[in-house]
């Protein structure tokens, strides 16, 4: 419950008398007042935070005048999402997608390893040791990276969508341990066809760095067609060994987040797609402040 410093009202009469058209100019005499509500010094109100309509102790009432205050409920609990997609199943478009409507600190563990080894950081020292001697990054390392991340003021602010993370059942524990429970995981299926179809289609401008696709976003001009190349690793064969990986690591994060997943049809248009996740989320939102309702009465 919010604690009260003084606020200044001003108390005007709920039946003033009609003013004699010489004094119209003439100030209306007011009477300030204070009230004993008080706030602790976060208690500002924020776009987050609900208005309500309340008294506050017993208030003084001139003139019979009665007299609202706005006070400020408790702040709406932010989301925990985590979100898993094989190889081309548009998981960063929709990672963009839901961070821009919903304002989630978007985490992705390649990020935080690769700033962390340019930040110079302990951990990225770690890191770069195990890489530099052609190594797996040991999962104690990145584990503690995520921790950190998920701890930071603004996740804690803000809430945070975990991005193709935890990839195996000993992260998920790790995770776990350290107090970090998603309120849902998010899964994107897709059939493996069009998968397939999606990375072997991509091809990359050298001197843009633009992805573009031969079927769905062919390049715009025959110059950039004819500059255009693809990854050494986005054949059929390999891709349908990532694709091997990825089904195995989701099947072993998904045993500790069952109960919480929602799974997403990814073969439509990014808006398609994103229309589900946010039904979900629209939904998650719902349930979270009805629940905060109940605590509150």
Not at 140 to 160: A, C, F, Q, Y
Not at 275 to 297: M, R
């Amino acid at each position: 419950m919010a604690s009260c410093s003084s606020l200044n009202f001003t108390a005007i009469s709920s039946n003033p008398q009609k003013l004699p058209s010489s004094s119209i100019s003439s100030p209306i005499v007011q009477r300030p007042f204070t009230s004993h509500l008080s706030f602790s010094k976060s208690s500002s109100l924020h776009s987050d935070q609900i208005p309500i309509r309340t008294h506050c102790g017993k208030l003084p009432q001139p003139n019979g005048a009665g007299f609202v205050v706005l006070g400020c409920a408790r702040k709406k609990e932010p989301l925990r999402i985590m979100i898993s997609g094989a190889p081309a199943s548009g998981k960063g478009t929709q990672c963009e997608l839901i961070t821009q409507k919903y304002g989630l600190v978007h985490i992705a563990a390649g990020d935080l390893l690769r700033a962390e080894i340019a930040a110079g950081s302990e951990n990225g020292k770690q890191a770069k040791e195990y890489m530099d001697k052609g190594k797996l990054v040991p999962n104690e390392i990145v584990v503690t990276m995520v921790k950190e991340r998920l701890n930071g003021p603004d996740s804690r602010e803000k809430g945070w969508l975990l991005d193709g993370y935890p990839r195996s059942s000993s992260q998920a524990i790790a995770l776990k341990e350290f107090g970090f429970q998603p309120d849902l995981f998010i899964l994107l299926e897709v059939p493996e066809e069009i998968l397939v179809e999606r990375v072997v289609g991509r091809r990359l401008d050298p001197i843009t760095g633009k992805i573009y696709h031969l079927k769905y976003s062919p390049p715009e001009t025959e110059e950039i067609a004819s500059r255009v190349t693809q990854r050494f690793d986005d054949t059929e064969e390999k891709v349908k060994l990532r694709l091997q990986t990825h089904h195995q690591n989701v099947e072993a994060v998904l045993s500790m987040y069952e109960v919480i997943t929602v799974k997403v049809n990814g073969s439509g248009s990014k808006q398609e797609v994103f229309a589900q996740i946010n039904g979900a989320l629209t939904q998650l939102l719902e349930q979270k402040q009805e629940k905060l309702g109940t605590v509150a009465a």
